[in-house]
């Protein structure tokens, strides 16, 4: 089956880049993702738990990243299984800078089997679909964040540094 469209980023493209082959940001902005975990390189173990309609369930699996050609390309593979079936596919992301902003076009070809792969193409696309928008503005969301600190001098809050730590940073600063 196959999956493609684009996305705009309200970031440049050098810091979309960053924030896509990040693995703590990636745990963050992919949905329903428990756990990602760097293997070798770029490779990455993955706990997902996601699900089409109303078959859901936890996949544990690998990702690989190939081809890199910073900042505008590289290419995921993606291999996964879980109670409801099996996922295996390949994508390909383009960046394409477009003034202050990036588009990230990509495209990909996914196999399914198993119980999931029962609910239909079209219930899985729609899924993907909607996975795919949920991830991008999570991104975008973390992208204005760096950028709105870098503007303003004050540390990024991300649920992994913690909001208290960086508040309490921001704090002290000012009364320096």
């Not at 996601?50 to 690998?62: D, H, L, M, P, S």
Request: proline content about 3%.
């Amino acid at each position: 089956m196959k999956i493609e469209g684009t996305y705009t980023l309200n970031a440049p493209r050098e810091l979309v880049w960053n924030l896509m082959i990040d693995p703590d940001v990636l745990s963050r902005c992919v949905p329903g993702v428990q756990s990602l975990e760097n293997t070798e390189g770029t490779s990455y173990k993955l706990t997902l738990k996601t699900g089409v309609g109303a078959i859901k369930g936890v996949y544990t699996g690998a990702i690989k990243l190939e081809d890199l050609r910073e900042p505008e390309h590289y290419k995921m593979l993606v291999d996964g299984k879980g109670s409801a079936g099996f996922v295996k596919g390949v994508g390909e992301l383009d960046l394409v800078e477009q003034g202050d902003e990036t588009a990230v076009n990509y495209t990909g070809d996914v196999s399914v089997g198993g119980t999931i792969a029962g609910v239909g193409q079209r219930m899985i696309l729609s899924t993907a679909k909607m996975m795919a928008s949920q991830f991008f503005t999570a991104l975008e969301a973390e992208a204005k964040a760096i950028i709105k600190a870098e503007e303003s001098g004050e540390p990024v809050a991300t649920p992994k540094q913690g909001f208290f730590r960086n508040t309490f940073r921001a704090v002290k600063k000012k009364l320096s």
